[in-house]
C-alpha cells in the first residue's frame, strides 16, 4: 500500500471512531431527526437504482468494467456512514489501495440505501439512453428530491458534505462531525 492509502486508512479508522462515539453523545431528538431523514435518503436512493435496474445496468457496467466506479476514492460521505452507524453496523471495511476503497472483484460492495450520492444518481451515457423519457425525467425528479436531503444535512451538521468523508474530517481537523450549524 502507497503513504497516501494507509494515511487514508487511518483516517478512516479515527473518522469511525470519532463519529460513533459522537452518535453515542447525541440526544434522541437530534437522533430521531437523523434516523428520520436517513430513512427518507435511503428510499429514495432505492427509488433511484430501480431505474438502472431497469436499464440492465449491471449489464451495461460489465461491458466497461465499472470505470466510472474508479472516481469514487472520496464519494463516501457522513450521511452514508451514519446510514450503517445508526443500525448498529459497520460499513464494510475499505480498501484505499483501490481507486474506490468500496469497490470489490463483483462491483459495488454497498447496497444502493447507502450508496454515495454520487455513486447512486450518476448514469452513463449508456444507461442514460436505456431509459425512456418518463424514466429519465422521474429519475432526475427523486435526484433533485435526493439532494434536497442531502443538503438538510449538509445545512445541520458541520461534518456533512457531498464532497466526501475524509475530505471533510481534513477540514474539520478534529472538530466535531455532528456539531450543529
Known sequence: MDERSVSDQRLWAQVVKQIR???GRLCPGERIWIK?????VQELQKDIHAFFDRAQGARVC???NGACCEKGR???TLVNLL???LS???PPEPDFSCTCPFLGPSGC???PARRPFNCVTFNCEAIEDRLCDADRSAFYRLEKELRCLYQKFDSRYAGSSLRGLL???ERLDGRPFLQRL
Not at 428520520?36 to 427518507?40: F, G, M, R, S, V
Open 21 to 23: 462515539g459522537e452518535l
Open 36 to 40: 428520520d431523514h436517513l430513512e427518507q
Open 62 to 64: 460489465t461491458g466497461c
Open 74 to 76: 472520496n464519494h463516501l
Open 83 to 85: 446510514g450503517f452507524l
Open 88 to 90: 448498529g453496523e459497520s
Open 109 to 111: 460492495r454497498l447496497e
Open 167 to 169: 475530505i471533510r474530517a
